[in-house]
């Protein structure tokens, strides 16, 4: 592939990491987990490949889109109520059975420690699900934090799990970075005023993440090397 002349990227005092589509394909897991409840609930099952264009807002959205077989709307409440904790029960146990970090990923995280730049993790995951897939995936000590979106009372792509991410780091939100995959990634970022970098290959709906305007699109993490003046 040609590379084109890019102007570097001003060296960031931390650099926050999106989960799903960015650091982990967890949709092996999650598309196992949707289906196995679909199965329970006597409905059809959804596929992998529906599944991959649902996630990335949160475990109560995609059990809402698989209830419905699409990306909007509200399914009835109670069947919503009964699907929710089948759903929570099995992804409890299937969190990282399947999922595996991304080509580039354990290279990225360890070049960016050299670095000395402080590293965080923010995800719209909630904790009891994060935790477990960062620890057994073996990358959870790269992070000195982990916003989970449990944690606050708007997740992204509202800018304040990045905003707490910076007060919990001690660092201003001018001097900070984003690694991310998605439209909500591209908007928490620009909200919160940290520059925003996303990966061509995560989970956006099926949109192209380049439409909304990035500070810089990378193949593969290990790329931050080359697009930051480091």
Not at 175 to 185: A, E
Not at 189 to 216: K, L, T, W
């Amino acid at each position: 592939m040609r590379m084109m002349e890019v102007t570097l990227l001003p060296r960031p005092k931390m650099v926050l990491i999106d989960v799903d589509g960015t650091l982990v394909d967890s949709v092996p897991d999650l598309a196992w987990c949707v289906d196995a409840m679909m199965r329970e609930l006597d409905m059809p099952e959804r596929g992998e490949a529906r599944v991959r264009h649902w996630v990335g807002n949160g475990v109560e959205r995609l059990v809402k889109r698989a209830l419905l077989d699409k990306l909007d709307g509200e399914p009835e409440q109670a069947l919503y109520d009964k699907a929710l904790p089948i759903f929570q029960a099995l992804y409890s146990e299937n969190t990282s059975k399947r999922s595996s970090l991304y080509n580039g990923v354990e290279e990225a995280l360890a070049f960016l420690k050299t670095t000395g730049v402080r590293m965080g993790c923010v995800t719209n995951k909630a904790s009891q699900f994060t935790l477990p897939l960062l620890r057994d995936l073996g990358v959870q000590d790269y992070f000195e934090t982990v916003i989970c979106g449990d944690e606050v009372e708007r997740k992204k792509p509202d800018p304040q799990p990045l905003e707490l991410a910076a007060e919990r780091l001690d660092t201003a939100v001018e001097d900070s970075l984003m690694l991310g995959d998605s439209m909500s990634d591209v908007k928490a970022a620009r909200a919160a005023g940290f520059q925003i970098v996303c990966m061509s290959y995560g989970y956006n709906h099926g949109e192209d993440i380049r439409d909304y305007n990035p500070d810089a699109v990378i193949d593969s993490m290990a790329e931050i090397r080359d697009i930051v003046d480091w």
